[in-house]
């Protein structure tokens, strides 16, 4: 999984803003939602998302 140093700074940013909150990441749509509801694009190696998606369904 991929994400911009930029990206991740800011989620962790959030959390510290908000102690106990937690990401959400959807692997199938490839998305993470930070505690304030913003929701980032990333990247993974289909192979590794088709791996993992099938082994945790």
């Not at 994400?3 to 959400?24: H, M």
């Not at 929701?39 to 993974?44: A, L, M």
């Amino acid at each position: 999984m991929t994400l911009p140093d930029a990206e991740v700074a800011a989620i962790r940013a959030r959390l510290r803003e908000r102690p106990g909150a937690t990401p959400k990441i959807d692997l199938a749509a490839q998305t993470v939602t930070d505690p304030a509801g913003q929701v980032r694009r990333f990247d993974i190696h289909p192979v590794r998302r088709k791996y993992v998606l099938s082994v945790h369904l």
